[in-house]
């Protein structure tokens, strides 16, 4: 997940929509292994977040603006699981404490929606968060 966004943040300071950057450039500034950021990337391109070319002069771009991609969408290209309640309704108590895993769940989901890759990409502070 970290290193997703961190990939993302990278492709968000040099967003035009047009100008790809290269893996290996990826890979540097960001500290990641070129095979690692290889399978992140990959699932975000699965996951409909950025464009890749292949190629002596391929590499990969985002597939929108920095402000519209959020940090639900990231997670569900790289770990929907994160974003289930997983939590069981068995035994006499089940019910009432998945009920208020699912709200939380659902609070969760609400406030990744509300932190985009241009907060992350800029250094901006994130909305607040009240709950």
Known sequence: MEYACRALAQLAKYHDGRTLTRLDDLAQREDISRSFLLQILNDLRRGGLVDSARGAAGGYVLAGNPDTITLKDIIEAVDPA????????????????????????????????????????AGQDPPMFFI
């Open 82 to 121: 994160l974003l289930q309640c997983s939590v069981s309704a068995d035994g006499e108590s089940g019910i009432a404490v998945r009920a208020v895993w699912e709200r939380l769940s659902a609070d969760w989901r609400h406030l990744l929606q509300q932190v985009t890759l241009e907060h992350i990409s």
